[in-house]
């Protein structure tokens, strides 16, 4: 277990390093990340509206 409590240190670490260091970059890949989490949820809602 403390090999993944270390991983995930690192994880957070290079998040946070990212942000600051590019928050250009940073923001849009959570642009990117966000318009897909909508695309994904429209794509769902169109199937169950299909189905039903």
Do not use: C, H
Request: without cysteine.
């Amino acid at each position: 277990m403390p090999a993944k409590k270390y991983i995930t240190w690192v994880a957070v670490a290079f998040v946070a390093f990212y942000v600051i260091s590019q928050p250009d970059g940073a923001a849009r890949s959570m642009e990117n990340a966000a318009n897909g989490l909508a695309f994904a949820a429209d794509s769902l809602a169109t199937f169950v509206n299909g189905i039903a």
